[in-house]
């Protein structure tokens, strides 16, 4: 069984399009993520969200929602995509919000490829 | 803020070859400190952690120590293996969220 699964695996899309990100966690953890990973493997944190609320909230820009309609689940939907968000989306979850000096460890999917042509 | 820096790759090594993949990081505190693996067109497996300052993480034959002395938590396996072949993340927790640094890759070759 997949503990973070994503999909779609691959999304290949024209610019100026919407499209969503699926991601469903079965580890019973209370904290989702989701990361982008550029063409250079840079990883940077977008948003997170314990228990249905958004708790971290980079500066992305707001064609970018997420949405939590259950803790085991957090979708990313991007409006009027551009080709600078070709990238790796990557989810993850952890059993709690860490503090600096919690370990709690961030179990990640294996990501979704975008290509925005 | 807080960073992460990681040696520049990629490295390659001969299978048997002794690792080292440096990492020293920049935040206020003392966070957590973590290396993944990413394995090719696979997302990231967590390799190791370590909590505190001098603990060691130990996974597969690799390991590292967290140095507070030298911000440094770096990575070092005794003799590589070609399945060793991927891409290593450091990164620390702060405040929830993890700072990766930029990836190195390992190519080992047999």
């Known amino acids: 069984d997949t503990a973070v699964s994503q999909t779609p695996k691959y999304l290949v899309t024209q610019m100026g399009n919407d499209k969503s990100i699926k991601c469903e966690q079965n580890?019973?953890?209370?904290?989702m993520y989701w990361y982008k990973q550029d063409s250079k493997k840079f990883l940077k944190i977008m948003f997170s969200y314990n228990n249905k609320e958004l708790i971290i909230n980079e500066t992305v820009p707001n064609r970018f929602s997420p949405k939590s309609p259950d803790k085991a689940h957090l979708n990313l939907h991007i409006n009027s995509l551009e080709l600078g968000d070709s990238a790796v989306y990557f989810c993850?979850?952890?059993?709690?919000?860490?503090?600096?000096?919690?370990?709690?460890?961030?179990?990640f999917g294996a990501g979704t490829r975008l290509s925005v042509l | 803020g807080d960073s992460v820096t990681q040696m520049e790759g990629p490295v390659t090594l001969s299978e048997e070859a002794f690792l080292t993949i440096n990492c020293t990081y920049t935040a206020t505190g003392y966070p957590s400190l973590f290396w993944y693996v990413q394995y090719p067109g696979e997302g990231l497996q967590l390799l190791l952690k370590a909590t505190k300052a001098d603990d060691k993480g130990s996974n597969k034959g690799f390991e590292a120590t967290y140095r507070k002395e030298t911000t440094s938590f770096h990575l070092e396996k005794g003799s590589v293996q070609v399945s060793d072949s991927a891409v290593y993340f450091c990164?620390?927790?702060?405040?929830?969220?993890?700072?990766f640094g930029q990836g190195t890759e390992l190519s080992v070759k047999p």
């Open positions: 580890l019973g953890h209370d904290t």
């Open positions: 993850a979850s952890s059993q709690v919000f860490s503090g600096p000096r919690m370990g709690y460890i961030q179990y």
């Open positions: 990164a620390l927790n702060q405040g929830g969220k993890l700072i």
